[in-house]
Each structure stands twice: as C-alpha cells, then as structure tokens.
Nanobody, 123 residues
C-alpha cells in the first residue's frame, strides 16, 4: 500500500484544516487507518485511528472534540478534519495503515506509512 498525505498548510489558531490520505496499490478496506504527528524536537505521537468499517475511532486526548477521522473505502482515502487548531498542533502529520490484529484502540504496529504533510498553526 502506498499512502499519500495532503492538505497541510499554514492556519491561524482557531482555524481548520482537512487532511487527506490517498492509498494506492492495494485497497485499504481491510486496514485500520491512523494519523500520527511529529512536532519539532519531539517523538512521533498517535493522533487518531479508524477501523476498516469506520464504526470505531480512537483519539489522543488532546484531539478529542476537535479532530474527526473518517474514511471512504470506495475512494481508498482517509480524512482528518481538524478544527479549533492550536499552535501546539503544529507538526508533520503522517497517515498509516495497519492490519487489524496488530493494533489495539489505534495503538500498535503500523505496516505502511505516508510521507507526511506539514501543519503550521500560528498564534
């Protein structure tokens, strides 16, 4: 599976962005899809995940109530709608795909990674 993340950019605090992750090479319908981020000087952290059916989602506490992950398996695309953005959300955001048995509530081992898209939130 090849993953291509897009949609990053510069936004003011309180603004919104919608990230997209397009998959190619193989359908993502059987995979758990996740979003991660890595801020400068920090370790990569889990942000959100969604099961293959879209019925179950998980979020890092700092994203709850502000971010929404969704997927469209017919388009092999996963989205991350980010609202009420804060400067601390500034990071490179990566999408990833995992076989269901390799993750629990979104955390675990992801098998495929996209190249990342930069999100910068100004204060």
């Amino acid at each position: 599976v090849q993953l291509q993340a897009s949609g990053g950019g510069l936004v003011q605090a309180g603004g919104s962005l919608r990230l997209s992750c397009a998959a190619s090479g193989r359908t993502i319908s059987g995979y758990v899809m996740g979003w991660f981020r890595q801020a400068p000087g920090k370790e990569r952290e889990f942000v959100a995940s969604v099961t293959w059916s879209g019925e179950s989602t998980n979020y890092v506490d700092s994203a709850k109530g502000r971010f929404t992950i969704s997927r469209d398996n017919t388009k092999s695309t996963v989205y991350l709608q980010m609202n009420s953005l804060k400067p601390e959300d500034t990071a490179v955001y990566y999408c990833a795909a995992a076989l269901p048995f390799r993750v629990l509530r979104g955390r675990g081992t992801y098998d495929f990674w996209g190249q990342g898209t930069l999100v910068t939130v100004s204060s």
